[in-house]
């Protein structure tokens, strides 16, 4: 089923039951109500009736028959009715003789007070003692209010039911269609977009509810998969031309060395540099797995806990010892006083490898002018900024930093891949940290790198 | 001794140098660190029936700014017994020196020459601190000229 009609069918369901229960529950209550008010009006007359029929009271009787008739309304066919009791006369004949049922009578002999309904004729008596005799008095009447009242009312409610039925039904409908019309629009349009035209995007609603909100999310999505289409690109023809260079001069060296008879050394020259060529080829492929490593999360790394100063100063030893030149320097100014706070979750070699990256990469890129490394914590942080001054990054490069085999357009006088920067990334979104590169072209990089405290038990 | 020091801030990571070298330079006691931001008070009657300077000010925080002043107060945990930020919406003198005297403030810093950059709304209390006392202390740090944007960073904090 759909969800249309879901919807369509269980809002009238629904709505249909809750009327349902309401009308009956108004007639079935009002009803009761009536019958018992209708009996203890009987019953009244029943009384005042007996007491000036029989006299009871006999200074009063007059007033009572003139009160009754004064100010109590008359009921429609309303009868009176005085039985005197006598063993003479069977319970049966009486009940003949004035047109009244024998259970009603009965009844009333055993319990004192009875009620009695007929159609739409209501009976109601009791029974009393007068003058070491027993009566009965009974007063008949048809009640105006069950046979007429409640019979309008209830044909209002049928009626008022009906409309509103018909009513539910269409505006169920109505709206389950309308609700879904912006989604079926949608779904058509998300249809359109295809590999070949995944430029296309959805047109968002101004108004903001769910669905300008599902547009607007749809609409990342595509972004985001159009940008890793373009990377997927970008990273094929940048990889097959890093890996092509390597093999092309392999290939050249061994047929040049081929053509004709060679010296020893000349073939000592060419395979020394086939070995070279080799080694880089090597070289690549290594870092490539690597990154696809790091990449991939479903390998188990073991965490520890580190300190992030401990870190950077390891970090400087093993650049010291690689580029004895380098001028890094460590700016310590807001170390937090509590050592707490610089302690991370990471793992040594991952963290080693991606610091040394950025770092590296700080030295290279600015011909070991000074670079500076700043560490700080914030409530929940370890923030590390490296800054260098040196070529900087051009703007309109800045997005595509973090594509293997990307390379800035001005660091074609500098070795390297373009592995380093996207490995370092990977490594800290898997430490669950986050890596942000602001740069100027010739006026120096500086990287922000903010890494999730450890939580200690304390 | 605890010390009571008035900072005039602009909402900015970079003007929090004025306290991060404020408090290196001190001898190392307690303070209590007061930074003031001055704005001139709404006009609108419902603005100031339901004037709250705590959202206020929460709402002027950035999370860079947060993130700065938490870095401050790791830095010095035991220099800092106390941070607030108050707000001022008084541009006269006498204001400001009573301001200065309800919260027994001992020592006024501003920046010597960093300039705060106030909105529309907010007025400059640097000036008016110069011109009110005489025994304010001016803080000057080395500003990158070259790479200011008009984007507040947390590298500005970082700065030596």
Not at chain 1, 209 to 234: G, P, Y
Not at chain 2, 67 to 93: G, P, T
Request: glycine share 4%; hydrophobic share 40%; proline share 4%.
């Amino acid at each position: 089923m759909k969800t249309q009609t879901k919807i369509a069918v269980s809002l009238v369901v629904f709505n249909i039951g809750l009327l349902l229960l309401f009308g009956i529950g108004i007639y079935f209550f009002l009803n009761e109500y009536s019958y018992v008010d209708f009996y203890k009006r009987l019953e009244t007359r029943a009384t005042i009736g007996a007491k000036y029929n029989l006299k009871i009271d006999s200074a009063n009787a007059e007033a009572f028959k003139k009160v009754r008739e004064q100010h109590l309304e008359k009921l429609e066919a309303e009868k009176e009715h005085i039985i005197k009791i006598s063993p003479e006369v069977s319970l049966e004949q009486q009940a003949s003789t004035y047109h009244l049922p024998l259970s009603l009578l009965q009844d009333l002999l055993k319990d004192g007070r009875a009620r009695y309904q007929e159609g739409s004729k209501f009976y109601g008596g009791i029974k009393l003692r007068h003058n070491n005799a027993t009566y009965l008095s009974i007063v008949s009447a048809n009640s105006r209010f069950v046979s007429h009242h409640l019979t309008f009312l209830r044909n209002i409610l049928l009626w008022g039911f009906l409309f509103i039925v018909v009513v539910t039904v269409y505006l169920s409908i109505y709206f389950s269609k309308h609700f879904f019309d912006p989604i079926r629009e949608m779904i058509d349009k998300v249809k359109q977009i295809s590999t070949e035209s995944i430029h296309l995007r959805l047109k968002e609603p101004e108004n903001n509810n769910e669905i300008s909100e599902l547009a607007s999310t749809f609409n990342d999505l595509l972004n985001r998969i159009e940008t890793a289409f373009e990377t997927q690109k970008n990273f094929i023809s940048n990889a097959s031309h890093e890996l092509a260079t390597p093999l092309t001069a392999i290939m050249g060296e061994a047929d040049v060395a081929l053509i004709k008879e060679r010296k020893p050394e000349e073939y000592q020259n060419v395979l020394h540099n086939v070995l070279t060529q080799a080694e880089r080829l090597n070289q690549i492929t290594k870092s490539l797995l690597f990154l696809a490593q790091t990449g991939y999360k479903g390998k188990k790394i073991v965490f520890e806990i580190l300190r992030t100063d401990e870190l950077i100063w390891e970090v400087k030893e093993l650049i010291d010892r690689l580029n004895p030149d380098n001028k890094i320097l460590v700016d310590l100014s807001l170390l937090p006083e509590d050592p707490k706070k610089l302690k991370i979750n990471g793992n040594r070699q991952l963290l080693h490898l991606a610091l040394a990256n950025i770092l590296n990469n700080a030295c290279k890129y600015s011909h070991n002018k000074p670079v500076s490394v700043h560490i700080g914590a914030s409530q929940e942080q370890v923030l590390l900024f490296i800054k260098d001054q040196g070529i900087g990054i051009p703007e309109s490069e800045l997005p595509f930093i973090y594509d293997p085999f990307f390379r800035a357009s001005n660091t074609r006088l500098f070795e390297g891949y373009g592995i380093g920067l996207p490995l370092a990334r990977n490594i800290i979104k898997l430490h669950n940290g986050t890596l942000l590169v602001t740069s100027k072209a010739n006026s120096g990089t500086s990287v922000q790198i903010n890494f999730p405290l450890a939580k200690l038990i304390k | 001794m605890q010390k009571t020091i008035l900072i005039p801030i602009d909402f900015r990571v970079a003007s929090l140098n004025t306290l991060k070298f404020a408090l290196e330079s001190s001898t190392g006691e307690p303070h209590k660190v007061i930074l003031i931001y001055a704005e001139f008070l709404d006009d609108s009657i419902t603005e100031l029936l339901f004037y709250r300077p705590e959202s206020k000010i929460a709402s002027k925080i950035t999370p860079e700014f947060k993130n700065a002043m938490e870095v401050l107060r790791n830095r010095f945990e035991y220099q800092i017994a106390d941070l607030e930020i108050k707000l001022f919406h008084n541009r006269s003198r006498r204001g400001l020196r009573r301001f200065v005297e309800n919260h027994q403030v001992d020592a006024i810093y501003i920046p010597k020459t960093y300039r705060l950059k106030m909105p529309k709304k907010a007025f400059d209390l640097v000036t008016i601190i110069r011109q009110t006392f005489s025994d304010f202390q001016e803080i000057d740090w080395p500003q990158d000229l070259g790479n200011a944007s008009e984007k507040d960073h947390l590298q500005y904090l970082f700065n030596q």
